[in-house]
């Protein structure tokens, strides 16, 4: 497997990352790790993607939960013995929450604060988390190693002050100010890792089991399929956009911070 492009997917066994993995396999010479947080999960979503007509890479996967420190520990352990190193970290593991609290006084509270440790502790400590345990396999590639953050526009400081952007007023509070932190990290890693591509890839609205309330309740407000996204961010994980890194680019261009 010298020869093959190593990529990991955290959070790859369903939706964006699946699809993600699906796209990138249709390629020579690419070898996906699916990481998922349940093994079950990843072996059918292995079994899966080696069933796609037309795949030309290899596959395998890796129990990899974002939030446990043995786990990202045990994950970077495998990778290591089984590779050697790591050419490209696609950091898609993420979860969506609208929480719907009610504040002692009987008024909706814009924030609410489980929710938002919650998903703080996914999408930006466990990115992280991740991105820290990894980097020294992403050194040891014999290319140059590039490390991907899957963002959103719903991050954007432009579109969300704009009360003509689709993006703009408060909704999901909790997972703006996640992706917005993420951003930062996905730049203070652009700036410190000057061996490293470092990019952002905005998939879109695309219907999937994020919300939590199932694709089809998405499709319903407009979200593109899910493979739509995975092009666009397997589209970056090869390199489509490296001449611009240190932003996040989407189908329509880069987003605006």
């Known amino acids: 497997m010298s020869a093959e492009t190593i990529v990991l997917i955290t ?24 990481g998922s947080r349940r093994p079950s999960s990843g072996d059918a979503a292995v079994e899966a993607l080696r069933a796609v007509p037309g795949i030309q890479g290899t596959v395998s996967t890796v129990a990899l939960d974002v939030t446990d420190p043995r786990s990202i520990a045990t994950a970077k352990s495998h990778i290591e013995t089984t590779f050697q190193r790591l050419d490209v970290l696609v950091n898609n593991a993420g979860i969506f929450m609208v929480p719907k609290d009610i504040s002692p006084s009987g008024e909706s509270s814009m924030v609410n604060d ?39 526009s719903m991050a954007s400081f432009t579109y969300n002050s704009d009360p003509r952007s689709p993006h703009g007023g408060s909704f999901a509070v909790e997972y703006r100010a996640s992706k917005a932190a993420m951003n930062m990290l996905l730049l203070e890693y652009h700036m410190s890792q000057p061996d490293m591509t470092v990019i952002g890839a905005d998939p879109g609205f695309c219907a999937t089991e994020v919300t939590g309330e199932g694709a089809d309740a998405m499709r319903a407000q407009g979200a593109a399929e899910p493979e739509v996204g995975g092009r666009v961010i397997a589209s970056i994980a090869k390199g489509d956009k490296d001449n611009l890194p240190g932003r996040v680019h989407s189908a329509q261009g880069v987003v605006p911070w």
Not at 11 to 34: C, D, M, S, W, Y
Not at 120 to 127: I, P, Y
Request: proline share 5%.
């Open 11 to 34: 959070g790859a066994n369903q939706g964006l990352g699946f699809h993600t993995a699906r796209e990138l396999l249709l390629l020579p010479k690419h070898h996906v790790i699916v």
């Open 114 to 152: 489980r929710a938002l440790q919650h998903i703080f502790a996914t999408n930006v400590v466990g990115v992280a988390s991740v991105t820290e345990a990894l980097l020294p396999l992403l050194r040891r590639s014999t290319l140059r190693p590039r490390l991907v953050f899957v963002s959103s």
